[in-house]
């Protein structure tokens, strides 16, 4: 199996349904699905065999070895069965958002819409906001497919535009329907109404345990430091929040040529594997940053992100650490 240097992932699942990265043998009966949707899709003539080889061996090819590709496509398998294809296109990396794209099994087309909608949508928001961390994904639909709106509302997509008469279609000019889902989680710039709330985190059991220095913190310290940080041009902290819950502390100190990461997760939300996301969400957004993290060896939890992540080990001179170091 292929896979996309762009993700950390590579297999998402839900039950028995599955999106990997998209395979060569499938090209036939993705030609001739859409041959046969032609109606509903950006595609101006049928394909070939020919002309779908051709594409699967340049542009498809391509894509898994790229930093940033400007599409990420997917087999979506039922078991091992291929149910469809899509994936993220138009990417935009700038400013972080794609348009979600989807071509069932013509059968399913008719039959059972709703049903494979619904769980692509909830595959594909994996990799699009947990894997890759974009702001927004949409979906861009000629109007000639209404009982697409509902399934996409039912799953908190929401109407973002309709381009009026944008579109040249069956000899007359038709609507574009848009319809957009904002990421659940952000990363908020560190600011003075979370003062009190990293002082209770940082002085958590778990957190000074893991910590290089155990002892707890003081609140006149506390103070001066936060003072500190908010100021601090060589220093950025964000709060990781799903839908306005804050569930922990992600922070970044410049030392030398490195950026020295340091997170916490508030202990009502540990074991969802927040760790992971916090740490990732942060890592996509300074992209182009060098980082490096210390942590305990009896740390597991913290290991296995950074090692999820892609950052190599190093030996340490004190016993009881490892550095892990990215980019």
Not at 122 to 128: D, T
Not at 142 to 160: A, G, S, T, W
Not at 268 to 284: D, F, H, P, T
Not at 304 to 317: A, I
């Amino acid at each position: 199996m292929e896979s996309y240097k762009v993700l950390n992932r590579q297999f998402f699942e839900s039950g028995v349904y599955s999106i990997i990265p998209i395979r060569f043998e499938d090209r036939i009966n993705i030609m001739n699905w859409r041959n046969e949707q032609i109606h509903h899709l950006r595609q101006d003539k049928p394909l070939t065999i020919e002309n779908q080889n051709i594409y699967f061996n340049t542009i498809i090819s391509n894509l898994f070895d790229q930093e940033q590709p400007d599409q990420i496509l997917f087999s979506f398998l039922e078991n091992d069965n291929l149910v469809g294809y899509g994936g993220l296109v138009h990417i935009n990396w700038i400013d972080k958002n794609a348009e979600i794209s989807l071509v069932l099994k013509s059968d399913f087309e008719l039959n059972e819409f709703s049903f494979f909608w619904s769980t692509f949508l909830n595959l594909i928001e994996q990799v699009a906001f947990e894997d890759l961390f974009l702001n927004k994904v949409f979906t861009y639909a000629f109007d000639i497919r209404p009982h697409l709106y509902p399934v996409l509302e039912q799953n908190n997509y929401k109407n973002e535009a309709i381009l009026k008469e944008h579109c040249y279609y069956d000899e007359t000019f038709i609507d574009v329907y848009i319809h957009q889902k904002r990421n659940p989680f952000s990363l908020e710039k560190l600011n003075q109404t979370h003062q009190k709330l990293l002082f209770n985190w940082v002085n958590d059991y778990n957190v000074r345990e893991n910590s290089l220095k155990t002892e707890p913190v003081l609140w006149e310290d506390h103070l001066k430091w936060f003072k500190n940080k908010l100021s601090d041009t060589k220093s950025k902290t964000f709060i990781f929040e799903k839908e306005n819950i804050q569930i922990g502390q992600i922070r970044i100190d410049k030392i030398e040529d490195r950026w020295l990461i340091d997170y916490s997760i508030d202990k009502n939300q540990r074991g969802k594997g927040y760790g992971l996301l916090i740490s990732n969400a942060l890592v996509r957004r300074f992209n182009n940053f060098k980082f490096k993290a210390v942590v305990k060896h009896g740390n597991i939890p913290s290991k296995k992100v950074f090692e999820k992540l892609g950052f190599s080990k190093k030996n340490n001179l004190k016993g009881n650490l490892i550095t892990y170091l990215f980019n």
